[in-house]
């Protein structure tokens, strides 16, 4: 399997635009979670699926952020508008209940200008 | 929500020496699973070792050990013989029996030859 994967690697736009962070799961995987990773709080839950169902998005910042779940090999985290705060590292993990580890793809870097 | 603590904000080693990263949680359950992941400049996500809590036998990787003091909610990684490669940002993490999973801030680990 090529592991969790997540597009685009870097992405860098302007404030106020929609952003689309992409991510496909490692097949048969029936956990999902995105975290943001910044210098001052490290790394944060935002959002976790089970079975392509949101369990618990208290962590989403706020109302500009929103994540969707529509079948088991995709998810996608949206910011809309964007601004500069949002910059960030944005990770993408996936993991079977049973084996409790947390496979993390290898992020998206956003820059908000 | 459970919250994960990391006191040290950077250590450092000598090369060959042994180094402890603390981690302390905060949960009122008693069924759950830690973690101490790496993350290296390249910004992959890396586990380390993994602890279950009703496991009392400290888990030990080769050169990593760990010290899960589970009345005192402390879940230390030790670092023997310690190597260049080593160098990281060190994350321990918690994950529930609701199977969410929360990191701590970080500790960032410079070795020195």
């Known amino acids: 399997d090529a592991g969790v994967i997540q597009s685009p690697r870097h992405e860098v736009t302007e404030m106020g635009q929609e952003v689309t962070l992409r991510c496909k799961p490692i097949?048969?995987?029936?956990?999902l979670f995105w975290y943001r990773q910044t210098m001052m709080r490290g790394l944060e839950l935002l959002i976790y699926?089970?079975?392509?169902?949101?369990?618990?998005d208290s962590g989403m910042p706020e109302d500009r952020f929103s994540a969707k779940m529509p079948n088991a090999s995709f998810s996608n985290l949206k910011i809309q508008p964007s601004e500069p705060r949002d910059s960030a590292v944005y990770f993408c993990?996936?993991?079977?209940?049973?084996?409790?580890?947390?496979?993390f793809g290898q992020g998206t870097r956003l820059t908000v200008v | 929500a459970q919250t994960v603590t990391q006191s040290q904000p950077e250590m450092s080693v000598q090369e060959a020496e042994t180094v402890t990263l603390s981690c302390t949680y905060d949960?009122?359950?008693?069924?759950?699973?830690l973690f101490w992941y790496k993350q290296p400049p390249s910004r992959q996500m890396i586990l380390v070792i993994r602890q279950e809590a009703y496991k009392q036998q400290n888990a030990t990787e080769n050169r990593f050990s760990v010290n899960f003091q589970k009345a005192a909610k402390s879940f230390s990684l030790k670092i023997s013989d310690s190597q260049l490669g080593d160098a990281a940002m060190y994350f321990c993490a918690y994950r529930s029996g609701t199977n969410d999973m929360r990191f701590g801030a970080g500790t960032r680990l410079t070795v020195k030859p």
């Open positions: 097949s048969g995987h029936d956990y």
């Open positions: 699926f089970n079975n392509n169902v949101p369990i618990d």
């Open positions: 993990a996936s993991s079977l209940r049973r084996q409790v580890r947390a496979f």
């Open positions: 949960t009122s359950e008693s069924d759950y699973y």
